[in-house]
């Protein structure tokens, strides 16, 4: 494993036992709303300091993005970036439904290099290093070998922070819905696009994600075989929030459904 890789995972699992911790006493959780449907706890927190404590430790240097502190660094030209959401699916979290993740990754100059997702709930460690494939639990994974969208299990995330599209992404659902074997939404976009990786599901969609939800699981993606791209098939996803992914035949399939339901004034 690399060396970088293996600092990344060292904080995940630090995050992990904080959020473990608290898992078992979760009505005595403060929780606070950022925005509507958009909630935080002392957990995330908690999480995302012990996360920062640990690169910062090994990588003073390295610039940070993380989903509650915000943007942090040294140097903010640093050209690296840590990339962090210390528990993605908070509200699943929240109400005891054991459906989240740590995501971790690392860019350099823009390009995403380390990739770490990990499930505390089941214990499953997703990693990525650029050019080397995708792991879970150190065994290889690869994306579905699935070839027809009827056969194929498709994840989603419902619109939550901003409803402005939701016409078009239910158009989209609908579509998909009748089209596919099933279409599954359990909450948290960072797992969504590790099992994607992993082939447990064939693609996803959504739309309005942020770059910590996806950064780690798109490299995953990538190095497991996959595609991603914004809704224009083009690769500014991250500037976007707007995805969808998937194996390369699968996705060939995906894609234009969804862009036929694109709404007029969304960039891609």
């Known amino acids: 494993m690399h060396p970088t890789l293996n600092i990344a995972v060292k904080a995940a699992r630090r995050a992990a036992s904080i959020i473990n911790r608290a898992s078992t006493q979760i009505d005595l959780l403060p929780v606070q709303t950022k925005s509507p449907n958009d909630f935080v706890t002392e957990v995330d927190r908690a999480a995302e300091a012990a996360i920062i404590e640990v690169l910062r430790e090994a990588y003073p240097q390295h610039a940070i ?27 699943n979290f929240i109400h005891g439904f054991p459906q989240y993740a740590i995501s971790i990754a690392l860019a350099k100059n823009g390009v995403l290099e380390q990739a770490v997702v990990f499930d505390p709930t089941r214990n499953e460690l997703f990693t990525a290093s650029k050019g080397a494939g995708a792991y879970l639990n150190e065994r290889r994974i690869r994306v579905s070998k699935r070839i027809r969208l009827n056969e194929s299990l498709i994840g989603t995330g419902f619109p939550f922070r901003e409803f402005d599209h939701v016409d078009a992404y239910l158009a989209m659902f609908r579509e998909l819905t009748q089209r596919t074997a099933g279409i599954r939404r359990p909450g948290a976009a960072a ?64 894609l234009p459904i969804i862009q036929a339901h694109r709404p007029s004034g969304l960039s891609a």
Do not use: H
């Open 65 to 91: 993005l993380a989903e509650e502190s915000g943007q942090t660094g040294e140097t903010a030209d640093s050209e690296y970036q840590w990339i962090i959401d210390p528990l993605d699916g908070t509200t």
């Open 191 to 254: 797992l969504d696009l590790a099992y994607v990786a992993c082939g447990r599901l064939d693609g996803f969609w959504e739309m309005g994600l942020q770059p910590w939800d996806m950064a780690a699981g798109v490299l995953l993606i990538q190095e497991a075989g996959g595609l991603v791209s914004d809704l224009a098939g083009e690769t500014d996803f991250m500037q976007t929030g707007n995805v969808v992914a998937g194996g390369p035949k699968i996705f060939g399939q995906l």
